[in-house]
């Protein structure tokens, strides 16, 4: 029946999968037919083929078939008897889902069900929330229309309230940092009436109609940063959109084509639509609701307390998981592919030094390299010394073309990750909870990396150390006399301002590495993943 009745709304499509046809619905919703171009998904129209985006066109009204009209029939007695069998709970999942448009942006208004501005957005209704210091975010419900041109969303209304006619937001999470969101492009959300004289303050027509609400938000600002990227954006994202179960049509502020092909897998898990970009798609996409804006609950961290499902850093690591599994599979094979291949030729790769143990006996431990600033001087030393102690050791050094499927392949598989205090430690985020974190803490740089790494890590449930250099293991003691307050007082000197504290701690410092204290805390930590092992219980042969 479904293969016969493509044309029809999908809310018979919604029958037939809550009627027990699992294997149908998967089939329907991953499906392509032949010829036609067109993506099959549930609940919502077919989509045109042609754009590739995420609504289905608006078209013009057609006669209706014998076909079409019997069907309607039919389509209107079935839903006359479930409503006299079960009123509420027919309602409920055709025009719900489960998590559908009006019950999503609801939760998402409520904010995991903790009262605010906001908590009760109704129908044909704008309302903003600037109460958080982080980040400010709006809702709109009713006929919501993107007008680019004008760097709108605009409600299109009957009411002749003139209160919240219009409000403005730039959709970053950075709202306390005035130099960086003067960069944001401000968007309007305004009301406009159906009809006007004034051909320029008419509502414009429909090209493309979505079922699913809009959620706007910028990848400009420190975009380009991975801890920015993580932080301001990809973070606040899931806090935002997790709870939908990807029924939301992502526009982006600033778009950037590589930051979509660096997150595609991990946007893929929040949104099943292909993201609009704001600026450069001209064409009026209508939305039943619109949230412009993120979320944010602090420094590299979920808070299951804030979230409408109780979901906290753990889920975010679990998307992450669903996110790139298909593609480490796939790096896997190619892998041995390419040994089986060397094992036909007969290459004899170099034998690797002997060890006291099986690797797969021994704990792995990634260091992160660095270049330019903040790099390890002795990071060879300190790489024979890990495997001395018990480490299976890799080095890896990734930069912006690595791609991030990669590093995370790399460090899911690690059981401690070392690592000199900057953007790359966002990574910690990769590791599996119950494992190890040494972070390497330069002069100058203690608040910044317990905030932004150490206590994030530890509320990921990694065991988190922070290692702090002394003056005499950083490089800035051979540019600045003993005594110098640059070596002695880091914080007397952050007094000064933050340029100060970048150009001299960031920017200039590298570090070398105490080797027989430094060896204490990897003895330590392979001890304890040592004992983490013992405690595990066996597989059952």
């Not at 600002?221 to 993580?230: L, M, R, S």
């Not at 709870?243 to 590589?258: A, M, N, P, S």
């Not at 050791?393 to 690595?402: K, L």
């Amino acid at each position: 029946m479904v293969q016969q009745q493509q044309q029809q709304q999908h809310r018979i499509y919604i029958l037939q999968f809550r009627k027990g046809e699992p294997e149908q619905e998967v089939a329907c919703k991953v499906s392509q037919p032949k010829g036609s171009g067109r993506r099959v998904m549930y609940y919502y129209q077919d989509y045109g083929g042609g754009g590739g985006k995420s609504g289905k066109p608006a078209q013009s009204a057609r006669g209706l078939s014998l076909r079409r009209i019997l069907a309607m029939l039919f389509f209107s007695f079935l839903c006359v008897g479930t409503l006299l069998v079960a009123p509420v709970s027919f309602l409920s999942f055709v025009h719900t889902d489960d998590g559908g448009a009006e019950a999503a942006a609801a939760t998402a208004a409520r904010g995991g069900g903790v009262p605010g501005p906001c908590s009760a957005v109704g129908n044909d209704s704008l309302c903003c929330d600037r109460t958080s210091e982080r980040a400010d975010i709006c809702f709109a419900r009713g006929d919501l229309r993107m007008h680019s041109t004008s760097s709108s969303f605009l409600l299109v209304s009957g009411n002749n309230s003139t209160a919240a006619e219009e409000e403005r937001i730039r959709p970053y999470t950075r709202k306390w940092e005035a130099n960086v969101m003067a960069t944001i492009d401000e968007v309007r959300l305004r009301r406009v009436s159906p009809s006007s004289g004034d051909a320029a303050a008419a509502a414009p027509k429909c090209d493309v109609r979505h079922d699913v609400p809009a959620l706007l938000f910028s990848t400009g600002g420190y975009t380009g940063n991975v801890y920015h990227e993580f932080n301001d954006g990809i973070l606040p994202l899931f806090v935002t959109a997790g709870h939908l179960r990807r029924r939301v049509v992502l526009v982006i502020l600033e778009y950037h084509d590589w930051w979509i092909t660096k997150y595609g897998d991990v946007v893929s898990q929040l949104s099943e639509f292909p993201p609009v970009d704001f600026t450069a798609d001209r064409r009026v996409h209508c939305f039943p609701e619109v949230i412009a804006g993120l979320r944010i609950h602090g420094e590299l961290t979920v808070d299951p307390a804030r979230t409408p499902e109780g979901r906290g850093i753990a889920d975010f690591r679990r998307l992450l998981d669903d996110a790139y599994r298909g593609r480490i599979e796939f790096l896997d094979r190619l892998e041995r592919r390419a040994a089986r291949k060397r094992h036909r030729r007969g290459v004899v790769l170099p034998r690797a030094p002997p060890r006291r143990a099986a690797s797969g006996d021994r704990p792995r431990l990634v260091i992160v390299s660095r270049t330019g600033s903040r790099v390890i001087e002795n990071e060879a030393e300190v790489a024979a010394m890990a495997g001395d102690v018990g480490f299976d050791v890799r080095v890896i050094r990734p930069d912006r073309t690595t791609e991030l499927c990669k590093i995370y392949k790399e460090l899911n598989a690690s059981d401690a990750m070392v690592g000199v205090h900057g953007a790359a430690m966002t990574h910690f985020l990769f590791m599996r909870p119950g494992k190890v974190f040494i972070q390497v803490v330069p002069l100058g740089t203690d608040w910044a990396a317990g905030a932004y790494y150490g206590e994030p890590a530890a509320r990921l449930g990694l065991r988190y150390v922070g290692y702090k250099i002394l003056p005499e293991e950083s490089s800035l003691s051979r540019e600045y006399p003993t005594g110098d307050p640059v070596l002695t007082d880091p914080a007397g000197v952050a007094q000064r301002g933050w340029d100060v504290t970048k150009k001299v701690y960031l920017d200039r410092q590298n570090v070398r590495l105490d080797l027989t204290r430094f060896r204490e805390e990897l003895v330590r930590a392979h001890q304890y993943l040592a004992a983490g092992r013992r405690r595990r219980p066996r597989a059952p042969e």
